[in-house]
């Protein structure tokens, strides 16, 4: 459960996030859509306690991210933007390093360790350094170190950014299986995906929701039944708007 | 404290993962017996005592050191690692203290190493070895000092050579704080006061103290209170830099 009040970020003269609010349930899959620099990114970032925010607040399985942090981020899987990972540790070393930290050992930490390779199928890169692995490995390493330890709430931004058509089609199966009893929020830039495993689709525009129902009844707005055709409407009409 | 041990270890052992380490205790030690034997003329003196060789120290941590603390924060920063290591359930101040814990333990393994010295010292003569391991405590709590102000600055840039360079002008101003070079600058308009705390941070001033055989427990509040001071600044920086 995810609940998201009022949430609020300013860079300076420019805000990012403006009065946002949204409530997401379990076995919910929201997929968070919005053009580059809609403030999608930066809301992933204050619901997960990296970014502060101005104003509102964020609250995961009711502990709120900024005066219960470690209560809320115990209960969260996250992957960043671009995947960070340290590269010079091999995929085995770096989830190792995740299961500590996540207070998993022996064979608790064993078994989540092998859920999540398996899940990622990361099993054929396990021992190289992460810095030679290729986009769509890096990716999966940190896909893999979210679904550890099988989280309650998963805030994932662009899972499937850099991978091949196959690896898109794993990766939104394994995100569709956790789906059930797991509140997920991705953000992506591909309608396809929002089509393939969301239950919901928001589009965010210069920090605001502009949209919030359920892909069909998106692609139902526009004549086509074209999702791409209604989001560039939605979107470059409200920035014209913006500008004027 | 569970939570100090993933990050302590994920951070000691990437020194080992590059040339780092190695590199570092190959010139480490080496300048140190450069600096002995050479400059401080070890064997003319004809004395059995390690003075010389902890005479260095302070100038040689004024490189080493800074070089060894300044990607701690600011490569998490530039690799994006930052985001992931913040949003993990570990408290912020676990993160900053294991971080920095590794990076003591580093340079005590290096300053460890040149136990040689130690052992050509006592085949050539009898030196007091109680005083011996008291400058060897000494260097080490210096080197932690070092260290935090390393980790505190690295913490407010993505840039390394920032990081160090500006590391190394601070821990200068603070070695030398008893001469006159930094004291002139006060003299004349501040009070006497104010002077003459200025000049009681003097790391030459501590460590001398300690190097002469007395582990004042004065001296060892000194760096131990400095290292709390620049790790304390080093949690409010990262914790400023949150709300963006």
């Known amino acids: 459960m995810i609940e998201i009040q009022n949430l609020t970020k300013r860079f300076g003269p420019v805000t990012a996030v403006a009065n946002l609010s949204l409530v997401v349930k379990p076995g919910e ?20 306690g990296y970014l502060a925010p101005d104003e509102g607040s964020a609250r995961i399985c009711g502990h709120d991210i900024v005066s219960d942090t470690i209560a809320a981020q115990r209960k969260l899987g996250y992957l960043p933007e671009g995947a960070p990972a340290y590269g010079e540790m091999t995929p085995r070393q770096f989830l190792h390093f995740i299961a ?3 207070q998993l050992s022996g064979a608790a930490a064993k078994a989540a360790t092998e859920r999540a390779v398996t899940g990622a199928e990361l099993g054929s890169v396990m021992d190289q350094p992460i810095d030679t692995l290729s986009k769509g490995f890096r990716r999966r390493v940190g896909l893999a170190q979210a679904i550890l330890h099988d989280p309650e709430v998963l805030v994932l931004d662009e ?3 850099g991978l091949d058509p196959n690896q898109k089609h794993a990766v939104r199966g394994l995100i569709r299986g956790m789906a059930k009893n797991k509140t997920i ?15 919901r689709a928001v589009i965010i525009d ?13 692609a139902a707005r526009s004549a086509t039944g074209r999702l791409d055709e209604v989001f560039r409407q939605l979107t470059t009409r409200d920035t014209a708007g913006a500008a004027a | 404290m569970s939570m100090l041990g993933p990050v302590f270890a994920r951070e000691f052992k990437s020194y080992f993962a590059t040339p780092l380490a190695f590199v570092f205790i190959v010139i480490f030690l080496f300048a140190m017996g450069a600096f002995t034997f050479y400059l401080g003329h070890f064997y003319d003196n004809g004395v059995a005592d390690l003075t010389v060789f902890f005479g260095y120290h302070p ?12 990607r701690l924060w600011a490569e998490e920063r530039r690799s994006g690692t930052m985001e992931l290591l913040l949003t993990l359930p570990v408290p912020l101040w676990a993160t900053v203290l294991g971080k920095f814990l590794a990076a003591w333990a580093f340079a005590g393994l290096a300053l460890i190493l040149t136990f040689p010295i130690w052992v050509t010292v006592n085949y050539l003569g009898n030196p007091d070895n109680g005083v011996i391991l008291a400058s060897y405590i000494g260097s080490f709590l210096m080197a932690g000092a070092y260290l935090s102000i390393g980790a505190c600055i690295s913490a407010a840039t993505s840039n390394q050579v920032i990081a160090f360079i500006v590391s190394v ?22 009070p006497l006061t104010l002077t003459e705390a200025i000049s009681s941070f003097s790391f030459l001033t501590h460590f001398a103290a300690i190097t002469g055989g007395v582990i004042d ?15 304390t600044a080093n949690m409010l920086i990262v914790d400023l830099r949150k709300s963006g």
């Not at chain 2, 100038?59 to 300044?70: I, R, T």
């Not at chain 2, 101003?173 to 004349?188: C, M, N």
């Not at chain 2, 427990?217 to 290292?227: A, G, K, P």
Request: with cysteine; aromatic share 10%; charged share 15%.
């Open chain 1, 29 to 48: 899959v929201l997929g968070f859509l919005g053009p580059n620099g809609a403030g999608k990114s930066t809301t992933m970032k204050m619901v997960t």
């Open chain 1, 100 to 102: 500590g930290v996540r």
């Open chain 1, 159 to 161: 899972p499937t950014d």
């Open chain 1, 185 to 199: 929020v991705i953000s992506t830039h591909l309608l396809e995906e929002v089509e393939a495993i969301c239950t």
């Open chain 1, 206 to 218: 210069q920090g605001r929701v502009v949209v919030d129902e359920t892909p069909a009844a998106l």
């Open chain 2, 59 to 70: 100038w040689l941590y004024l490189f080493l050191v800074p070089a060894l603390a300044m």
């Open chain 2, 169 to 190: 002008v601070v821990c200068f101003l603070l070695t030398i704080s008893g001469a006159p070079l930094v004291l002139d600058a006060f003299r004349g308009w501040a």
């Open chain 2, 217 to 231: 427990l004065r001296d060892v509040i000194f760096f131990l209170s400095l290292i709390g001071l620049f790790l």
